[in-house]
């Protein structure tokens, strides 16, 4: 009864409120102009039958900057202490055309491809060695050999374009990658569904987690994050049948207490978005990946990877030519034996991208 009376004040308030500018018209008084947003204010949270009073906090306050936007600006991994490993963990969003070509966030997200074929071709070409995060994994913590020029493939958020697009291109080449996926966000559109998951996960690719509602978890509070975590370990486990072990933080947002949890919720690893490719058993919940993304030309990619200039006939496949854009200088020169690479500090400023190729 007192929910229903509180609700017909509320209603008789509004309609004053509403009414207020009628009556003042008369008067030849000017009102000023009553936004949602002052009403929502007046209006108690549970009236919205939301919980949590999501509706009126996020009409009543300002909306922050997207973290995406944080992820877009490149940061530089620490500098590895103790013995290294070199290997590039490259990680891709979308293998798509951009569909608003304003959408500049969207563009820097996007590999056409293309591209995205030209570039496994290089990696096939140049006898580079794609292995998978785990195989890195053990590698980093024992510091032992790897094959000659290894790189690790992964993708970020489950897109439907991984397994529509980006799959049949690395399957052609007998390539592995990990797809980590937003639990919450299966069968969405743009977005795998569970039976494409389960899909990819016969085909011999890993599926990692990435979170239900792929939140930043440095904003969390930490039951928030801890759920986050666990929880979508658990859905990607109940699905697929078996353990899922790797885990990539949303946005590249994560603190040492997500690290910890991510530990002990049985993660054998965890990615980051801070740029390099040196890494050492100490950073197995913070690993550096390089991003790549729309706009970066063939020859920027060989650099990353540590791979020769492209040929002019590589050039032209993509629309280049031989007058491309060099590969970044001081790009680390891979090498078949666990022998750690020099200055891996300066190696990764090297190949630290400028902010305009992803914007």
């Known amino acids: 009864?007192?929910?229903?009376?509180?609700?017909?004040?509320?209603?008789?308030?509004?309609?004053?409120?509403?009414l207020i500018p009628a009556v003042l018209a008369g008067t030849g008084l000017r009102p000023a102009p009553l936004t949602a947003a002052s009403i929502v204010q007046g209006i108690a949270a549970?009236?919205?039958?939301?919980?949590?009073?999501?509706?009126?906090?996020?009409?009543?306050?300002?909306?922050?900057?997207p973290p995406v936007l944080a992820e877009l600006a490149t940061k530089k991994a620490p500098v590895p202490s103790?013995?290294?490993?070199?290997?590039?963990?490259?990680?891709?969003?979308?293998?798509?055309?951009?569909?608003?070509?304003?959408?500049?966030?969207?563009?820097?997200?996007?590999?056409?491809?293309?591209?995205?074929?030209?570039?496994?071709?290089?990696?096939?070409?140049?006898?580079?060695?794609?292995?998978?995060?785990?195989q890195a994994v053990v590698a980093i913590k024992n510091h032992s050999g790897l094959p000659s020029r290894p790189v690790v493939l992964t993708f970020d958020d489950g897109y439907a374009d991984f397994?529509?697009?980006?799959?049949?291109?690395?399957?052609?080449?007998?390539?592995?990658?990990?797809?980590?996926?937003?639990?919450?966000?299966?069968?969405?559109?743009?977005?795998?569904?569970?039976?494409?998951?389960?899909?990819?996960?016969?085909?011999?690719?890993?599926?990692?987690?990435?979170?239900?509602?792929?939140?930043?978890?440095?904003?969390?509070?930490?039951?928030?994050a801890t759920?986050?975590?666990?929880?979508?370990?658990?859905?990607?486990?109940?699905?697929?049948?078996?353990?899922?072990?790797?885990?990539a933080y949303p946005y590249g947002s994560f603190n040492q207490y997500d690290m910890a949890q991510a530990k002990s919720l049985g993660f054998e690893t965890a990615v980051s978005t801070m740029y390099g490719t040196a890494h050492s058993a100490g950073q197995l919940f913070l690993l550096s990946r390089m991003r790549i993304g729309g706009g970066l030309p063939l020859s920027y990619f060989a650099g990353v990877v540590g791979g020769p200039s492209p040929t002019s006939a590589e050039l032209r496949s993509v629309g280049g030519s031989p007058t491309t854009s060099p590969a970044p200088s001081g790009a680390p020169q891979p090498s078949p034996s666990p022998t750690p690479i020099p200055s891996p500090s300066a190696t990764a400023s090297a190949l630290s991208p400028p902010l305009s190729l992803w914007l």
Do not use: C
């Not at 009236?47 to 306050?61: H, K, S």
């Open 82 to 134: 103790g013995p290294v490993t070199y290997v590039p963990i490259l990680y891709y969003h979308y293998i798509r055309i951009n569909p608003n070509p304003r959408d500049r966030v969207g563009l820097s997200l996007s590999t056409p491809p293309a591209m995205f074929r030209a570039q496994m071709q290089y990696l096939a070409d140049h006898g580079f060695h794609v292995i998978s995060l785990h």
């Open 1 to 18: 009864m007192h929910r229903w009376t509180t609700r017909a004040t509320r209603g008789g308030t509004l309609a004053l409120l509403l």
């Open 227 to 247: 759920w986050e975590m666990k929880q979508s370990k658990l859905t990607l486990e109940e699905l697929l049948g078996h353990p899922v072990v790797d885990f």
């Open 163 to 224: 397994f529509t697009t980006a799959a049949p291109i690395l399957q052609s080449h007998g390539f592995t990658a990990t797809s980590f996926v937003i639990s919450g966000r299966m069968g969405w559109y743009g977005f795998m569904t569970p039976s494409q998951v389960v899909g990819a996960d016969a085909m011999g690719f890993t599926i990692g987690a990435h979170t239900v509602d792929h939140v930043a978890l440095a904003a969390q509070t930490p039951a928030r």
């Open 46 to 65: 549970d009236e919205l039958d939301e919980p949590n009073g999501l509706i009126g906090n996020r009409t009543a306050r300002p909306m922050p900057t």
